[in-house]
Structures are given as structure tokens and as C-alpha cells.
């Protein structure tokens, strides 16, 4: 079986399903992964199959147009890839707590 290595920029992952299937696979995000790059998660040992078919089921939403999600073939690629989307945002980064003013 032909794995691939996901990487994903949301803070706590997905759970990532086929249309009409029970199949559940989760990714992890930056928070729960072992390995994180420029605040992707990873998560290796995906199967090739199902995120294939999943991403072709999903291709036109924002998770996937905005460069949030994606996979490569190796753990080397992925670091590279999220290297190159390092300004991507999620919308769900954590945001500095407001300075008070002083008067």
C-alpha cells in the first residue's frame, strides 16, 4: 500500500471522510503533531488511495484552494512544501492577548 505523508494547517487536524463511506482518517494539525513545519502538522502513513480520492472529492473547497491541506510523497517533500506556503493563514492562529493603554 502506497502511503503519503499529509500536511495540515489547522490547529487540531481534520477528520477527513469519503463521500459515502464510513472510512474516517484523521490528520493531525501544529497542536497534536509529531512533526510540525512552518505550522503545518504532518501526519505520514496515509493511504495514497484514499487521499486521492478524497482530495478529488474536495478540490474546489478553501481548505484545499487555499493551500491548507495538501500531500507529498515523503516527510522531505511535506517540510519543503510548507516551507514554500509559509504565509498561509487558517484563520484560526492564535492571536496576541490586546496591550492596555496607558493614559
Request: net charge positive.
Amino acid at each position: 500500500m502506497a502511503t503519503v505523508v499529509v500536511q495540515c494547517k489547522y490547529p487540531n487536524g481534520l477528520v477527513l471522510q469519503l463521500r459515502n463511506s464510513n472510512k474516517l482518517v484523521t490528520v493531525k494539525g501544529y497542536l497534536n503533531a509529531t512533526i510540525v513545519e512552518n505550522g503545518f502538522g504532518l501526519t505520514s502513513g496515509v493511504d495514497a488511495e484514499f487521499w486521492t480520492q478524497w482530495y478529488s472529492e474536495n478540490k474546489n473547497y478553501p481548505i484545499c484552494t487555499n493551500g491548507l491541506i495538501s500531500a507529498q510523497g515523503s516527510i522531505d517533500k511535506s517540510v519543503k512544501e510548507a516551507q514554500k506556503n509559509n504565509g498561509v493563514k487558517s484563520g484560526l492562529e492564535q492571536q496576541q492577548a490586546p496591550q492596555e493603554k496607558t493614559v
